[in-house]
């Protein structure tokens, strides 16, 4: 795991030895770059493998592929029939990098961004009723959520029904990339694997916010459960996150009490994951999660141990005006 900066994509690779996969949903999306020529693809060849290797994508199909018990030919064939929701999901992930002022997004990937989106309006079955009524009720109110509740980040912060919503925004995604790949709801078996996928990506979101606590805080981002931790250890803590004081917060952070609260969020969220998988006969899947959480105590340790996180981002205000 590299040190310095450490990007939830490659924390979870190790965590649900997602490599096969990973690299399988890359290999799948270089197929945007086919209406371009030769040179050009070769230009955007490592900007596609870095957005189409992020975690709004390849932790949904690995999870489809446990649960389906799946080989990977055989992913290979569902991502081909069903792409648009991949393609989509990961154009979040550009775009979060370009609002989070990442150092490795340049211009080429908001092309890979806009690839993306021709990708997916090119396969325009995926869109159909019973999908759009998927996003409808799961990824529009995201959309409505985060524009009224800008500059309501403290207060919403306060809120654990407001945290839980905010994890949603990476397992309404899930969702969908799950209900394409599973031939959509119609099974009693393919809505478990939806409702599984949701709770993954809510799963892997409150990761990434253990992973970007400091960023969070310096940004003005503060609608997360481990910012909310921060926030209620003293009204100075609190004063601090409000002030977007990240160093103020470090000691809090870097505790063996912080991070242990943390530790048992996770943990308990996974073994639910691991239950509501065994309840729902999907063997395969259920083992890959107690994987999972035989790993997390170590990815967690190293985490916490980290230097501090050299990304700098502008306060969340000033980067969406």
Not at 23 to 36: F, G, I, K, S, T
Not at 56 to 65: E, F
Not at 135 to 158: H, K
Not at 160 to 183: K, M, N, P, Q, S
Request: hydrophobic fraction near 45%; aromatic fraction near 8%; charge should be negative.
């Amino acid at each position: 795991m590299r040190k310095g900066i450490l990007y939830v994509s490659d924390v979870l690779e190790q965590l649900i030895d997602g490599t096969e996969i990973r690299e399988l949903v890359r290999q799948h999306c270089r197929a945007v770059l086919a209406p371009l020529s030769p040179n050009v693809q070769a230009k955007l060849s490592e900007p596609l493998r870095y957005s189409a290797g992020k975690c709004m994508g390849y932790p949904a199909v690995w999870l489809v592929q446990k649960a389906l018990d799946a080989s990977l030919p055989e992913m290979s064939e569902r991502l081909g029939r069903s792409p648009g929701p991949l393609y989509i999901s990961l154009t979040t992930s550009i775009a979060d990098d370009y609002l989070d002022r990442e150092p490795n997004v340049r211009p080429a990937h908001m092309m890979i961004l806009y690839l993306f989106v021709f990708g997916a309006l090119a396969e325009p079955r995926w869109m159909h009723a019973e999908q759009l009524d998927h996003w409808r009720r799961n990824i529009f109110p995201l959309i409505e959520w985060f524009i009224l509740n800008q500059g309501e980040n403290v207060r919403a912060s306060e809120s654990a029904a407001f945290v839980e919503l905010a994890g949603r925004r990476i397992g309404a995604f899930f969702e969908a990339i799950a209900y394409g790949l599973v031939g959509g709801e119609g099974s009693a078996s393919g809505k478990r694997i939806v409702s599984l996928a949701g709770d993954f990506g809510c799963w892997c979101s409150d990761l990434d916010d253990i992973i970007d606590v400091e960023a969070d805080i310096a940004a003005g981002a503060h609608v997360t459960s481990p910012i909310k931790l921060v926030m209620d250890h003293s009204p100075a803590l609190r004063q601090a996150v409000i002030e977007c004081n990240a160093d103020a917060c470090l000691p809090v952070i870097h505790s063996e009490g912080f991070m242990s609260a943390l530790a048992e969020r996770q943990f308990d969220r996974l073994s639910a994951l691991v239950h509501k998988a065994e309840s729902a006969g999907l063997t395969s899947l259920a083992q890959a999660f107690v994987g999972v959480k035989s790993r997390l105590a170590r990815t967690l340790l190293e985490i916490q141990t980290r230097a501090p996180s050299p990304k700098v981002r502008e306060p969340l205000a000033a980067s969406v005006a």
